[in-house]
C-alpha cells in the first residue's frame, strides 16, 4: 500500500466527519428533484463542491435542465477514475413518511425521500470528493464527478456526458444495493406504451362499441402466459414484466369526463426486465412478435406497442441494456481491498448478486463506451429500505471512494 493511501486512511476521521456526511445528506433530502426537475438539486451541489474548492461546471442536457460535473487534479487528460450518480428521484408513494424532504435520524438510519435511490449515494460522492481535496495529495490524474439527470428514464444525462467527451479509465455508481455488495452484472430494462384503440359507443348500445380497456386486459393476461424467449439460466425470474401504470378515456388524450361511454384509447405503460446477452432490438422484436399472435384475436380493435413512450409521460427516451462486466475487473479488486480498511464492513459478494442484479442502471451507458464499472452503494435495511440509508454504510462507501481516488489518480 502506498505512503498516500495510508495517509488517507489515517485521516479520515479528521477529513470526513460522520456528522458532515449525514448534513450533506440532509441537505440533498431537502431540494426534490423528481425526474425532470433535477436542476435546483444540480445547483445545489455544485455551489457545495465549490465551496469546498473543487472545480465545477453545469451541463444542460435539455433547455433548463442541468447536471452539474465536478472535477478534481489535472483538467486535461483522461480522468483515472469517475464516480457517477443520478439526481433525479422516485416518486413518492402513499406509504412515504409526512415531511418526506426534512431528514429524520433514528440510531443508524436517516430516513428522508431519495436518500435510498440515490441521495445517500451523491453525499458519499461529495464526501469522497472533499475528502480528497482536503487531504492536499496531489493527484496525477483526474477524479471526475458526474451528477446526472433522468437516470430513471434510461439514462439520458449520463449518454449526454458521454457524448460531449467526458469519459474515464473507471467508474463507480453507488446506487443502493448495499457496500457488502460489488456488482458488476444486471438486466436490462426496456420501457414501452401498449396502446389499444377502440370505438366508442354509449353504455345503451355497447354492441356498437369496441371498449378498448376490455381488450387491453385480456391482450395484458396473454402477454403475462407468453413464452418472448430472451432467457438467461444466471438470471432465472427473468424476463419480467410489470405493467405500472394504466390511463383509458374517449379521444387521443384519454379524455376521462364522458364515462358514459367506454374508452375508444387504452395504454398500459409497461416496464420489461431482460436478462444479457439481449440487447434492445431483441426485445422490441420479440414483443411484436408475441402481439401479432395475439392481433387476430381483437380484429375490431388496434393494437400497437410504443416504444420510445410518449415524452408527456416522463418514463423514458433511452434504452438501458444489461450490464456485464466482469467481477474480477480491478476496481472490484481494490474496492474489496480497501472497504474493510476504512470500515467495519467486506465486500460479501461480486459480480452477480440476485435479486439487485434485477436492476437497470448507468453503467450500462459506461460499461458500453469502454469503462471499467461497477456498482457500490449504501443502502437500508428492511423492512423500509426505500424510505432511508444507514449512516454507517453511506460513510463507509464515502471513505472507499476516497481512498479509492487517491490509489486511482495519485
Not at 222 to 246: C, E, K, W, Y
Not at 280 to 309: K, Q
Not at 377 to 394: A, C, F, K, Q
Amino acid at each position: 500500500m502506498t505512503d498516500s493511501i495510508e495517509k488517507m486512511i489515517g485521516d479520515l476521521d479528521r477529513l470526513l466527519p460522520e456528522d458532515e456526511l449525514v448534513a450533506i445528506a440532509t441537505e440533498l433530502t431537502a431540494v426534490a428533484s423528481f425526474t425532470g426537475q433535477e436542476t435546483p438539486l444540480a445547483v445545489q451541489v455544485q455551489k457545495t463542491l465549490a465551496d469546498n474548492g473543487i472545480h465545477t461546471f453545469g451541463q444542460e442536457v435539455q433547455p433548463g435542465r442541468f447536471q452539474t460535473i465536478g472535477l478534481l487534479g489535472p483538467l486535461h487528460g483522461t480522468p483515472a477514475l469517475m464516480l457517477n450518480g443520478h439526481l433525479d428521484m422516485d416518486p413518492l408513494g402513499r406509504d412515504h413518511p409526512e415531511d418526506p424532504f426534512t431528514a429524520r435520524r433514528i440510531g443508524d438510519q436517516l430516513f428522508g425521500a431519495g436518500l435510498h435511490n440515490m441521495k445517500s449515494g451523491l453525499a458519499a460522492m461529495i464526501g469522497a470528493a472533499i475528502a480528497v481535496h482536503r487531504s492536499g495529495i496531489p493527484l496525477r490524474q483526474g477524479l471526475l464527478l458526474e451528477f446526472v439527470v433522468g437516470e430513471l428514464q434510461g439514462g439520458v444525462g449520463t449518454k449526454h456526458a458521454l457524448r460531449s467527451g467526458l469519459t474515464a479509465a473507471a467508474a463507480v455508481v453507488p446506487e443502493p444495493y448495499s457496500v457488502r455488495r460489488v456488482i458488476t452484472r444486471t438486466a436490462g430494462v426496456h420501457k414501452f406504451a401498449l396502446v389499444v384503440r377502440g370505438r366508442s359507443a354509449h353504455t345503451s348500445r355497447p354492441d356498437e362499441g369496441v371498449d378498448a380497456i376490455a381488450v387491453l386486459r385480456k391482450v395484458l393476461d396473454l402477454l403475462d402466459t407468453a413464452d418472448i424467449g430472451l432467457r438467461n439460466s444466471d438470471f432465472p425470474p427473468l424476463p419480467r414484466m410489470q405493467v405500472a401504470s394504466l390511463l383509458a378515456g374517449r379521444g387521443e388524450g384519454h379524455d376521462l369526463s364522458g364515462i358514459s361511454y367506454c374508452a375508444d384509447k387504452a395504454t398500459a405503460l409497461i416496464d420489461l426486465r431482460y436478462p444479457p446477452p439481449h440487447q434492445p432490438e431483441d426485445v422490441h422484436a420479440a414483443i411484436d412478435a408475441a402481439l401479432d399472435r395475439l392481433r387476430p384475436r381483437f380484429p375490431t380493435a388496434t393494437i400497437h406497442l410504443e416504444h420510445p413512450v410518449d415524452p408527456q409521460f416522463r418514463v423514458s427516451g433511452t434504452d438501458m441494456p444489461p450490464m456485464d462486466m466482469p467481477p474480477e475487473c480491478a476496481v472490484v479488486r481494490d474496492i474489496a481491498e480497501l472497504l474493510p480498511l476504512v470500515s467495519d464492513f467486506h465486500v460479501e459478494e461480486t459480480g452477480l448478486a440476485l435479486p439487485y442484479s434485477y436492476c437497470g442502471n448507468d453503467t450500462t451507458h459506461l460499461s458500453r463506451a469502454g469503462i471499467e464499472c461497477c456498482l457500490f452503494g449504501p443502502r437500508g435495511t428492511t423492512p423500509d429500505t426505500e424510505h432511508h440509508v444507514l449512516i454507517s454504510e453511506m460513510s463507509a462507501c464515502a471513505r472507499t471512494l476516497a481512498a479509492l481516488a487517491i490509489r486511482r489518480c495519485a
